[in-house]
């Protein structure tokens, strides 16, 4: 099979034919039919389905609905891939009679639930999930760095690099209470970011205080200049606020004067004022602000835009 809109071709695999090599042996044999002699080369693809039962101490149906890359050929020019379980004797012969195979040059993974024809819909479920997005941001001469859904890491370069070369043996450390002078850290959060005009790391949609689990519409900061105590006192500046429009934060993006906050229904400005509360909030519109896609948000001069939908729900547009 060739090009991107070339219906694979299925070939049935001939009864029996899965066949262990050799005893202690990973290497099995699959005997194809319907395909031109010398078709497989070490290196190519096949894709095996509708094998069944064990044979010689290997369960054949983990050979199923996957891409294994050909190791060798036989004498008799059928491809010989290497599975995981070994063989317990050698030269035994099953895996059914209504078995069927795939042959392709690509590389495993190109084709998921090949069986389907060109055109046909797929019939499995389909899972959807938020992307696995990682924030990064600079700390002075360090770095910060959170994977969504997890706690904020630490990485101190006049600790952890040489002569500008980082130390293999010296990683990042987590924020967490084990670090002495840490109060109250984050645990769980979808993004953050270092504001450079105070010094308060702001952590979005994340924990709150003796809380594990995430607030969706919670924000974060820590005190001024210090990513480690996140307990508001009377004596820092550390504190948070839960908004109340949206279901959903979408981060932040900073400008000259204050922190745009996105969530997927209103934009939010976020600005420093000092004394107890050390950030007040103001709702600059929920009208026309459904945001699309999370991180679509950017700052251009005394812009704000960001990728959103209007109430035409197919019309993408950008506002600012």
Request: proline share 4%; aromatic share 10%; charged share 15%.
């Amino acid at each position: 099979m060739g090009g991107d809109d070339v219906t694979p071709t299925e070939y049935t695999l001939a009864a029996s034919p899965f066949t262990t090599t050799a005893a202690a042996s990973t290497l099995v044999e699959i005997e194809t039919t319907g395909i031109p002699a010398n078709a497989f080369v070490a290196g190519d693809y096949i894709y095996l389905q509708g094998l069944t039962g064990t044979v010689d101490g290997i369960d054949t149906t983990f050979f199923n609905n996957k891409w294994w890359q050909v190791a060798s050929v036989s004498g008799t020019n059928d491809p010989q891939i290497n599975g995981v379980e070994t063989a317990t004797a050698g030269s035994v012969s099953g895996g059914g009679s209504s078995a069927s195979f795939y042959h392709d040059d690509v590389s495993a993974g190109g084709v998921v639930g090949a069986s389907r024809a060109w055109g046909d819909a797929s019939s499995a479920s389909v899972l959807v999930d938020a992307l696995r997005t990682v924030t990064m941001q600079n700390f002075g001469e360090d770095l910060m760095v959170s994977n969504r859904g997890g706690p904020i890491y630490y990485y101190d370069t006049s600790t952890n690099v040489t002569s500008g070369v980082p130390q293999d043996d010296m990683p990042a450390i987590v924020i967490d209470s084990t670090i002495s002078g840490s109060t109250e850290p984050i645990e769980v959060c979808d993004s953050f970011l270092v504001s450079e005009s105070h010094g308060h790391t702001v952590a979005f949609a994340c924990n709150d205080i003796g809380r594990s689990t995430a607030n969706n519409m919670l924000i974060r900061w820590s005190d001024r200049h210090n990513p480690f105590v996140w307990l508001p006192t009377p004596g820092n500046e550390a504190g948070g606020r839960v908004l109340r429009e949206g279901s959903q934060l979408y981060g932040g993006v900073p400008t000259k004067e204050e922190i745009m906050v996105f969530t997927n229904t209103a934009l939010y400005a976020m600005r420093y004022t000092g004394g107890f509360e050390t950030y007040g909030f103001t709702l600059i519109t929920k009208t026309w602000v459904r945001t699309l896609v999370a991180r679509s948000q950017l700052w251009i001069t005394w812009s704000s835009s960001w990728v959103g939908i209007s109430s035409t729900p197919t019309m993408v547009r950008f506002s600012r």
